[in-house]
């Protein structure tokens, strides 16, 4: 009923099969055709995103049409860290450095164009995505720059201020650029609310209200250069990243004895990164990529909880390193058929150290002091064929061998093999309308934060760690629909089907000091997805200049749990995830308005001897944008504008689940509220 009351609406604004230059813009900012349009890419100028009046190429990328940034994975390797964004065709050389931040120091004024590719298009990656856009940028250099200053206001009287620095520059053979980014931060997660905990009746056995605060001061410095290299271009990029992080809560227990428990916990972390590329065409039809990238990040967590007499200590050092390389030979033969062929090795460690203990008496942790490396190949073969206007077809094998080797607590060596074939087919029987079908193997990394063991001292969770995983795998059949319409608006419905192998949860591991909870492999399990994108222009309405950006995704997934044996949702997987963006542009007066709405998310884990329950409400921000002169932006925000909450449900046994009585159920309900931000921001330069 949603996707036909949402398709008729459509259709009040255009007729069936118009032309798909004339159906992204209205007349006064038509998108210029594209050559290759009918290879399933449509260019976007920057007279399309003029009425937004974009300071950035995310601004842009955040106004097209049918489309939404996905950031990428945070997994090892490079290949399946992809996010759906290239930069003049390219992926970028990082992956610590988050892609709306590479976006942000692109200048709107720099960027030629938008090309939307979807479905695949003969000569180019598109990273295992059904839709990428790739920003092209002007040529020519010449000195830009950049300089912001926000501050913050917090609904609990704390204020902070960030500052952030922007320079580049250089000529149509070389260029630089550098970045400065430094500000004091504040954990919006956190804030004061009641906590009840009952008994197995229902009847309160405890009272209290609990008073949270986290905050965080973040520096990140980026530096990157290019130049023109033993025939082709050689580039250079290097990101340095520090966060120093405190919670502090003070949880005062009114019931049924007067008692105060705190937890204060300290998290700093730094973290750099040096990539390398370098791009060579031989001839027309032929091009080398040879990338290489190192990373390395020291984490320090420290956790004291107390309670009167009672106290517990939690303690980690962690290391971790990754050292990528990676070649890729690309060849078109001819404008309907392109080749693909390269290999990637990775090496990454990890060295961590961790203890606990109760009243100063140490409790031995499974897997609490760990070393383990994974030396990592894979090769991969893709081929994108157009046989026909209407048709596209992609098809590709890549196929991993990993060796994973930990000593310390625990001791083992293993190798695993993975072949991950792909096929995709794309169909456009005109313009206006595409059919996307995807099925691929996809085999998930391995997580080495589960390979050691963590702690939440304020919930009373300690977590064993596990070295002895394997990655989950799953087979996945992939149908989308995407429609254009007369006057910009976009729909696409995506439905998607895993069949999982080694699902990745939760399990108990019982050891001499007790039994505790562990990531764990529990055996096959499926996951179904529905996804709606909508992006509706509000002018053939009546409301001229303003836009309706929406997307949701509907979530059901399946497997037995390793404690009961009965089928439950696998954990940690979101049932709804929902946003919706309004915006208001008013070139006359160089202000643009909206509205982003958040939708609230619901999350369960299930360990052995509890169930736990986390749920963010809707969140909402408010905003408007005025520019007062062309160098000159000025925003103006109310961040969480619902002024919602965050609320936390555990359910604790006493004992394994299969066995034993509800103990207590511990209610959290911490209320958050406004934040009230402003950001101005001056250009200068070319």
């Given amino acids: 009923m949603l996707v036909s009351a949402l398709a008729s609406a459509?259709?009040?604004?255009?007729?069936?099969?118009?032309?798909?230059?004339?159906?992204?813009?209205?007349?006064?900012?038509?998108v210029e055709q594209s050559p290759s349009q009918s290879q399933g890419v449509?260019?976007?100028?920057?007279?399309?995103?003029?009425?937004?009046?974009?300071?950035?190429?995310?601004?842009?990328?955040?106004?097209?049409?049918?489309f939404n940034i996905d950031t990428g994975?945070?997994?090892r390797g490079f290949e399946g860290a992809a996010g759906n964004v290239l930069i003049d065709g390219r992926r970028p050389a990082t992956k610590t450095d988050n892609l709306e931040e590479i976006l942000r120091r692109i200048p709107a004024s720099q960027v030629a164009r938008i090309d939307l590719i979807r479905g695949g298009a003969p000569g180019v990656d598109m990273q295992g995505k059904s839709v990428l856009a790739s920003v092209i940028r002007k040529e020519g250099g010449g000195f830009r720059g950049l300089v912001a200053l926000s501050g913050r206001s917090v609904y609990d009287g704390r204020n902070t201020v960030s500052a952030r620095v922007e320079l580049s520059g250089g000529s149509a053979a070389r260029t630089w650029e550098t970045s400065f980014n430094m500000g004091k931060g504040i954990d919006d997660g956190s804030g004061e609310g009641p906590g009840v905990r009952t008994g197995p009746s229902g009847a309160v056995i405890q009272r209290s209200d609990i008073d949270q605060e986290g905050d965080t001061?973040?520096?990140?410095?980026?530096?990157?250069?290019?130049?023109?290299?033993?025939?082709?271009?050689?580039?250079?990029?290097?990101?340095?990243?520090?966060?120093?992080?405190?919670?502090?809560?003070v949880n005062h227990i009114v019931f049924p004895t007067d008692r105060?428990?705190?937890?204060?916990?300290?998290y700093d972390e730094l973290e750099t990164e040096l990539g390398a590329s370098f791009l060579r065409d031989f001839g027309s039809k032929t091009t080398l990529e040879v990338i290489g990238l190192r990373q390395d990040a020291q984490v320090d967590i420290v956790s004291d909880f107390s309670a009167g007499v009672r106290n517990a200590n939690f303690t980690l050092d962690r290391t971790t390193s990754e050292t990528i390389g990676r070649a890729v030979l690309k060849h078109r033969p001819n404008d309907k058929l392109s080749l693909e062929g390269g290999a990637e090795v990775a090496i990454n460690v990890l060295e961590s150290e961790t203890a606990f203990a109760e009243n100063g008496v140490a409790i031995p942790l499974p897997a609490a002091n760990v070393r383990v490396q994974e030396d990592r190949g894979e090769a991969f073969v893709k081929a994108v064929w157009r046989p026909s206007a209407i048709w596209t077809l992609e098809g590709g094998l890549r196929y991993e061998a990993s060796a994973i080797e930990s000593s310390g607590d625990v001791s083992l060596e293993k190798t695993l093999y993975y072949p991950k074939p792909r096929l995709a087919a794309t169909w456009a029987p005109n313009t206006s309308t595409q059919v996307r079908f995807r099925f691929e193997r996809m085999v998930d990394q391995l997580d080495f934060d589960d390979f050691v063991a963590d702690s939440s001292l304020n919930t009373g969770v300690v977590t064993a760690g596990n070295p002895d995983l394997v990655p989950e795998q799953a087979w996945v059949t992939e149908g989308a629909v995407e429609q254009r319409f007369k006057g910009g608006a976009v729909l696409v419905l995506t439905a998607r089907h895993y069949a999982i192998s080694d699902v990745v949860d939760r399990a108990p591991v019982f050891t001499p000091a007790g039994v505790f909870d562990a990531p764990s492999n529990i055996g096959d399990g499926t996951k179904d997805e529905l996804a709606l994108t909508l992006s509706l222009p509000l002018a053939p309405f009546g409301f001229k200049g303003a836009t309706i950006r929406g997307e949701s995704t509907w979530r059901r997934s399946e497997v037995n749990d390793p404690t009961t044996g009965e089928a439950r949702e696998i954990s940690g997987l979101h049932p709804v995830d929902w946003e919706i963006h309004f915006t208001h542009d008013l070139p006359v007066q160089r202000t643009n308005w909206g509205v982003d709405l958040y939708g609230g998310w619901r999350e369960t884990h299930y360990r052995f001897d509890e169930i736990s329950t986390d749920k963010l409400k809707?969140?909402?921000?408010?905003?408007?944008?005025?520019?007062?002169?062309?160098?000159?932006?000025?925003?103006?925000?109310?961040?969480?504008?619902?002024?919602?909450g965050f609320r936390h449900t555990r359910t604790v046994y006493d004992g394994p689940r299969n066995t034993a009585d509800v103990l207590f159920v511990d209610d959290r309900d911490i209320q958050i509220g406004s934040i009230y931000w402003m950001r101005v921001r001056k250009t200068f330069g070319a």
């Fill in 42 to 66: 449509i260019r976007y100028p920057p007279e399309f995103f003029a009425a937004a009046q974009p300071t950035t190429a995310l601004d842009m990328l955040l106004r097209l049409p049918g």
């Fill in 618 to 644: 809707p969140f909402m921000v408010l905003f408007a944008e005025w520019k007062p002169r062309s160098d000159i932006v000025i925003r103006a925000e109310i961040q969480n504008a619902t002024s919602r």
């Fill in 10 to 30: 459509l259709a009040l604004a255009a007729p069936d099969g118009a032309q798909e230059a004339q159906t992204v813009a209205p007349p006064s900012a038509a």
């Fill in 260 to 266: 105060v428990e705190k937890t204060v916990d300290h």
């Fill in 73 to 75: 994975d945070s997994v």
């Fill in 217 to 249: 001061i973040q520096t990140t410095a980026t530096a990157a250069f290019s130049t023109p290299l033993a025939g082709g271009t050689f580039k250079l990029n290097g990101r340095a990243f520090d966060d120093s992080f405190k919670f502090d809560e």
